[in-house]
């Protein structure tokens, strides 16, 4: 709040848990030893407390439109770096920390500095791209394309949009400020002195800050209980998301023996506060200095320190604080406990006392053997020897930035010139609630010669050292299981590496399973709010009752503002508090008690389908003759993939700001895709007519279709000036069953396929989802004799709703799905069995349309020349063969998306146009700007119209009260829509300035405005337009559903690890016909932007629930979308040339949507390396792969020995990983200003 009152909005709040990035700022303060001054730092985690003698930069710090851009600020605006622009503050501040470090960083400075930035909308590219131009060795684009690069070619600003098909020329490098480090605001001098020992008093916590370690001990001998903070960056999550309360706060982050290193003869002695930025910087520079044997355990620490966190996290998270948090899954822990590091703890009565740190030290779950009154003071990690090997390894589901699912570090000593084991210490993070020695492994081993027999014995041992119990907190049982024999064989490969000795093969026992069986329940409900009325800051508390208006809500009137007598899912709001902070509502609205009565839920799809628990209409599409077509077959096969949903993980959440006005007028702010739906659920609320309430929307820090319907649970509007802020929904969920039949040649000729959906508690939008499911089930393949049917389950999950693609993703996934089960069964490529499938022009789809401009044929044709196809599928045929355990894969993937609302009435869209008396122009369209390029659009289409420059025209925000009754910015067609009613409107004005450009042909646009004006001609225009010729009807499966299509094919190669199932993405080509393109840098913004969104679908991000439907990955730290580190390494898009389209806004088509599902080529050559990796493995044919790919199931399907040792619990039971908060419904608050 305070930073809004001194208007300093530029940094955002995204997760509010250190994993989004998008609050960095940057921390300076003054350190005598390391002169190490600037650090990018994650605000929503630094407690003010921490920030004495600190100086605190925002990106309003560095500049803005108002005074000077800073360079930085400026590349990433001209590198289309930033489009709904909520994650590009902390952007700019990543990069800004760097180069006050230093000024000519190289490219891998560069990537570190993002690893904790997040971006939802722009695919990454152009941010890395722009800043590469700060790197010393980063001149080139980054784009790694053909022809070259952009900064070479010299282009010379931006062509005309027809000449610009792909990212290389999308900037110009003399257009840029150059970067001048001298003329950086300096290091406040009065921030160089010394700390002082202060004390702060909250209202709940007491924070005290001691400047000498005899201060920090004497406080803790009397403060046993106090809680200790460096980074906070566990404590802070304890305190945020976990509702711990810590009433005494000890931050010794200012006494310097405790950020101190010594070098000792035997080691490296770092003490408790040292951050972990400070560590690997010291580790580092050791390895460069210090004989090579001796560095080992460094290197295996650096390792590990690569893949932990961000960097934000690291510039303040301490080696103490990770050791003392005790996590199972720490990173750091296994290699320290592998390499016998020593701790020495201290307390003020009984002095200091050094343990090992081994398995004792590790007493239960975030339990160690410290003493309450005593503190971790440093940690000793050792020089390794010369006959010493030491290794680690962490498997995340996201590379960067992620926490571990299974960690381990081996560390072996020989006898001095033999194969003789020593020593060897080998551990476990993942496995069990603490982090463990394989001591019985160890012990069995010593004095063995190192040699095949050996590691045949220590699999064995290892495997019933190692159990897990089939309920065991984390789930992925067999996978983790699996993991600990991969990563020991990867760390005995890599030591193979080191030391030449030997080659394996090891064997391993089986394990066996215990299956788990969990109790599902849901409830109605009664409430007592008497133990929070007391609460500090409580103004009132809402519910049901107390709603003006209707209840009911809802795109299909199902759901209810606030719940009534029932709730139907977790999360269903059952009431609001009303408090003057966001911290005294979510306090009180904790402490609200709420009896509950259980019921049986239904959560899956699969109990849904049981207890035939469906909405209706269950849709069905049917063309040809399904009977004659699967008796023309040769081959039937049967098939069935579950597609995960998909969180929209906008970084901005649900936001809205109501002001009541008089005569029952309400005027709300709101982050939404919808405003006129907006307005017609708050006046149902409030019992108002429409013309009382009125919408505006400035812009949406991201979309995606979660802000398209699910506005509606905006709650108490009425209840005074009232920002509310919600978490996100997510998409849909779909489980398919499939039977194709298809020729020797690879044509198929039928296909039958039922989808189901897991709508959740209300039908929102999941009929029109499933229905463009249903039109998009053949995706580019022409099939004669084809059914679809598509089943919507009633689940007690939170409803799901539209995201990127509406349910046309899910459809085309399924046909690249049995395309390839095709392709593998005939033992032919799935590219070319897909080629020749592909639809040609003027045939006809399921849904009788008939396909006219098709250019599917010259995007695949284009795409494959482009990606050098031919080339690389030798390449990794090639590369497969000689390497057992990763494998290379290749896809070519098309996608035809069908353009228009299959809602027919909302293919209509307005426009108003005002020119002032001095010329200047007011557009006012029906879209919403989420980053997606569309005020840009829109102010381009009238310049070209009016013919006036773009810098005339103003868009000021969308409101209901200007273009009234708006279709969502939804379907991909807010450009064709809204374009078209633009043009329209100054039509209009054109023709009423005519006469008066005639009688002045000489003189200027404002001329003519003044004469017109004075002669009494409005100046103020509406337009409208609705698409021509449409009218589906699903009865007679007739009339024209689409305007058009837009096509675009996607050839991706990637990488497998088949021991642990992680994979890189190599490359991706991308051939996108979006007709003339009306802005080519917005459009390649959208194809890279939408195909990461898809390639977070398709192979990373994964919804988990409790039994109980709780939702467990929320937030950053357990729902992981794609990272800097997860663009391909080549990415080269290019758009189309010479495509016009004659059916939308000066021939161009849509591009929101239909790039999304071009991510599929990574899941496909995914799947395509798994074959590779089976056929070693002697199997051959279709194979089940769902969707995501994630590293789990990729290791899984990879099916060698080690997956067989370890075979699926016959049920397989989703773990509660947080304890349930039954008030969690509630959790949400208003508050007054
Ligand atoms: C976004 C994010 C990503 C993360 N990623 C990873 C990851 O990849 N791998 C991983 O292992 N961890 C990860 N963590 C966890 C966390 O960052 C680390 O455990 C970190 O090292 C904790 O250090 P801190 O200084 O922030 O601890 P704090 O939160 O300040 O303290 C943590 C605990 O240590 C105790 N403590 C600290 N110092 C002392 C001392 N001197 N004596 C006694 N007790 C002490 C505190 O009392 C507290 O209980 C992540 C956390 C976040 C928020
Ligand atoms: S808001 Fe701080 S990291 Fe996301
Ligand atoms: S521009 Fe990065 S989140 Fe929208």
New binding site residues.
Partial sequence: PAMLVMGLTGTKLGCA???CGACTVMLSRYHPGTKQLHHAV?AC?APLCSLHMAAVTTVEGIGSVARKVHPIQERIAKCHGSQCGFCTPGMVMSMYALLRNNPTPKMADVEEAFQ?NLCRCTGYRPILQGYKTFSADGECCGGKEKNGCCMKNGNEGLQSSEEITDATSLFNMEDFAPYDPTQEVIFPPELMDSCRSLCFHGERATWLQPTSLKEFLLLKWKHPEA???????????EVKLKNMVHPLILA?AFIPE?SAVTHSEDGVVFS??C??SHVAAELRKAVRTLPPHQTEVFLAILEQLR????LQ?RN??????????A?P?????PVFMAAGCKLTLMDKGNGSREVQMDDSFFTGYRKTA?RPQ????SIHIPYSKKSQFVSAFKQ?PRRE????IVTTAMSVTFTPGTDVVEDLKLSYGGMAPITVLAKKTANKLLGRRWGEELLQEACSSLAEEMTLDPSAPGGMVTYRRTLTLSLFYKSVFHLFHLIQLFHLIPLFPLFHLIPLFPLFHLIPLSVDVSAAEGFPGVVSFLFADDVPGSNVTGMRQDETVFADGQVTCVGHIIGAVVADTQIHAQRAAKAVKIQYEELQPVITIQEAIAARSFYEPIRTIQNGDLEAGFKQAEHILEGRIHIGGQEHFYLETHVTLAVPREDDEMELFVSTQAPSDSQAFVAKALGVSANKVLIRVKRLGGGFGGKESRTIVLGAPWSGASPVFLDRFHSVLHVLLLQVGFLNSGKVVALDVSFYSNAGNSLDLSQAIMERALFHMENSYRVPNIRGQGFMCRTNLPTNTAFRGFGGPQGMMVAESWITDVAHSLGRSAEEVRRFNLYLEGESTPYNQILHGLTLDRCWDECLSRSGYEQRRAAAQLYNRQNRWTKRGLAVVPTKFGISFTVNFLNQAGALVHVYRDGSVLLNHGGTEMGQGLHTKMVQVASRVLGVPCSKIHISETSTNTVINTSPTAASVSSDLNGAAVQNACEILQKRLEPFKAQNPKGSWEDWVKAAYFDRVSLSANGFYRTPDLGYDFETNSGRLFHYYSYGVACSEVEIDCLTGAHKNLSTTIVMDVGRSLNPAIDIGQVEGGFMQGLGLFTLEELQYSPQGVLLTRG??SYKIPAFGDIPTELSVSLLRDAPNDKAIFASKAVGEPPLFLAASIFYAIKDAISAAREESGLTGPFRLDSPASTERIRNACSDRFTKLVPEPQICSISVRVEIKLNYFIHFLCSLN
């Fill in positions: 848990e250190g994993g994650n985690l904790g809680r200790v903070v460096v980074g906070n960056t566990e404590v802070g999550i010794p405790l408790a506060a951050t972990l893949w932990f966190a961000g996290i303040v998270a301490a080696v103490g604080g990770n050791i003392m948090t996590s899954i720490s990173d750091l822990n410290v005593e503190v971790l003071f995340s930035d992620d926490i571990s950053p730290g």
